[in-house]
């Protein structure tokens, strides 16, 4: 989604749109339209810089991603630059 790379099912983290919030469904077990990216911050940043989330999910407005990008962070060691 951010980088449109594509890549195996199982190497993405599945996302969702709840109350206006980004939030993160690894499980995928989550009602609704989900979307996909790699669960790295710059995949993350150029989503959001790309409006791609309001788009996946089909919502006017923006999206609150801190939920999601406190969860892609906590992955990637607290590194936000990895």
Same mark, same amino acid.
């Given at each position: 989604? %951010?980088?449109? +790379?594509? =890549?195996? +099912?199982?190497? @993405?983290?599945?996302?969702?749109?709840v109350?206006?919030?980004?939030?993160?469904?690894?499980?995928?077990?989550?009602?609704?339209?989900?979307?996909?990216?790699?669960p =790295?911050? !710059?995949? @993350?940043?150029? !989503?959001?810089? *790309?409006?791609?989330?309001?788009?996946?999910? *089909?919502?006017?407005?923006?999206?609150?991603?801190?939920r999601?990008? %406190?969860?892609?962070?906590? *992955? =990637?060691?607290?590194n936000?630059?990895?």
């Amino acid at each position: 989604m %951010g980088c449109r +790379k594509r =890549a195996a +099912k199982h190497q @993405l983290l599945r996302v969702t749109a709840v109350e206006g919030v980004c939030v993160p469904d690894p499980r995928g077990a989550l009602p609704g339209r989900g979307a996909h990216l790699h669960p =790295a911050p !710059a995949c @993350l940043d150029l !989503a959001v810089r *790309r409006r791609a989330f309001p788009r996946a999910f *089909r919502l006017q407005g923006t999206l609150d991603t801190e939920r999601l990008r %406190g969860f892609i962070e906590e *992955r =990637a060691g607290g590194n936000p630059e990895s």
